[in-house]
């Protein structure tokens, strides 16, 4: 049970794969600030529009976390098992399986999110903000990010599925080409630069599209041609995938299902901002960049801590999975207070490069105050929950748990807090967020009780 062990080859596995993935989040972080500086610059409706309509859009980009974390459970213990030598042949093929049932996945969510916004998207924006001008824009915005879904999820899940194989470095670099692609897009199309027509608002979704493109070609031409790890090819989509779909579904789709509904509870929340007002909402999209890029290593962690314990369960069994499981603890405890500190330092100079209202940059500040506390529990029970215990195979529960936290503290507290009450802002963020401390509590118990271990079977080949 000791959170700090003298243990180099762990750490060293751990930030291995961790460093790759928060490097990635921190590029994709630093092209959502640029967007969001650029769009700031035609004025706090556009500003305000953007980022009510990518709350939408993040929804569908939570599911496919979900659906990719969901396969990296499988991924990750069928990888272990293979360097293992256990069942060799039965892994190589349950690999494939896998990774064909969650792009078939990706696929029909990314045309049902599609057909939502083409043609409900003033709908869709109501759901956030009463305001008609914010409405108008957001609409725009979606029109042109209708596509962008398909692309987007393809890429996103085969990233994770190839980091559960140790492919880090890959998704690494194409985000860094991605950065730069969006970068000049947006440039150009929303200042209307190089020829290009003034876009404005239109312009930052062609942007984000065309960035999404040349992301999701590298990818999956990468996975379809040169990957000799999973080995999947383009004729795999067409493989047979009855024997694995009842341990995928029962070990899978809890995953995502517990993260679809968790990004329906954060959108919940955002829509008790939203109907704060303008000035809340632009204030939180300030402030929630920050809080993102505060999160980059936090979430490396993270997805390496599910990959991580999934490889060892596979290979050196379940005595040394509890081990690395206190391990992973006291390393989320530690990330968190670093990230603490890291927002109180760069709070001031962040909310600084905006251009917008004084009343604005006031509730950014009591904003950022509530997430460096909040941050040192989310640490810590997200490198467990979406890390230690999803590793495990503890779905079911961690299905049940995250939810429940949400919808039955968080959110009725937020809207007390907010509505009733009319707190300040620093209190309604905490009160938005109180889940994460009982959530913390929650963790260290069921760690303790070892009930997180699964067996996963490779299912009748």
């Known amino acids: 049970m000791k959170l700090f062990r003298k243990d180099p080859v762990f750490y060293k596995n751990v930030f291995a794969l961790a460093l790759p993935i928060a490097l990635q989040s921190l590029i994709t972080i630093g092209v959502n600030m640029l967007d969001t500086i650029m769009v700031g610059e035609l004025g706090e409706n556009a500003l305000s529009a953007t980022s009510l309509a990518n709350s939408f859009i993040s929804i569908y980009h939570i599911f496919c976390m979900g659906l990719g974390m969901g396969a990296s459970v499988l991924v990750s213990r069928f990888w272990g098992m293979k360097q293992a030598h256990h069942d060799e042949e039965k892994a190589e093929v349950a690999l494939r399986q896998t990774v064909c049932l969650m792009l078939r996945l990706a696929v029909t969510l990314a045309a049902l999110f599609a057909l939502a916004t083409l043609i409900m998207p003033k709908t869709l924006m109501r759901m956030y903000t009463d305001d008609p001008e914010i409405i108008k824009l957001g609409s725009i915005y979606f029109k042109w990010s209708i596509v962008t879904y398909f692309f987007l999820g393809t890429s996103l899940v085969t990233t994770i599925v190839l980091r559960s194989v140790g492919q880090v470095r890959l998704p690494l670099f194409v985000s860094i080409g991605a950065f730069f692609v969006n970068l000049l897009a947006n440039y150009t199309f929303i200042f209307g630069k190089f020829g290009a027509p003034r876009m404005e608002v239109a312009g930052a979704a062609l942007g984000t599209l065309i960035a999404r493109i040349f992301e999701a070609g590298m990818i999956l031409g990468y996975l379809f041609l040169r990957d000799k790890k999973i080995f999947f090819r383009v004729r795999d989509i067409f493989m047979k995938t009855v024997s694995l779909l009842g341990e995928y579904i029962r070990i899978s789709i809890p995953v995502l299902i517990s993260d679809a509904i968790l990004a329906l509870g954060n959108n919940s929340v955002a829509m008790v901002i939203g109907h704060l007002g303008a000035t809340f909402t632009a204030a939180n999209a300030i402030t929630s960049v920050t809080q993102q890029l505060s999160t980059v290593v936090i979430q490396g962690v993270s997805q390496a801590g599910a ?131 009982v959530k913390t509590v929650w963790c260290v118990f069921r760690l303790k009780s070892e009930k997180w271990i699964k067996k996963i079977s490779t299912g009748k080949q």
Do not use: C
């Open 307 to 437: 990959i991580v314990t999934g490889q060892t369960l596979g290979k050196e069994g379940r005595e040394r999975t509890m081990t690395q499981g206190w391990m992973f603890l006291g390393l989320g405890f530690a990330l968190g207070t670093v990230s603490a500190i890291f927002i109180m330092i760069i709070s001031n100079p962040i909310i600084n490069t905006y251009n917008v209202s004084l009343e604005t940059k006031q509730i950014a500040r009591q904003l950022m105050d509530a997430i460096s506390l909040i941050i040192i529990f989310r640490s810590t029970n997200s490198i467990m929950t979406k890390g230690v215990l999803r590793g495990g195979g503890d779905t079911k529960m961690l299905m049940v748990t995250d939810n429940v936290f949400l919808w039955v503290l968080s959110l009725p507290l937020g809207i007390l807090a907010g509505f009733v009450f009319h707190w300040s802002a620093f209190w309604i963020y905490v009160a938005l967020n109180s889940a994460e401390i």
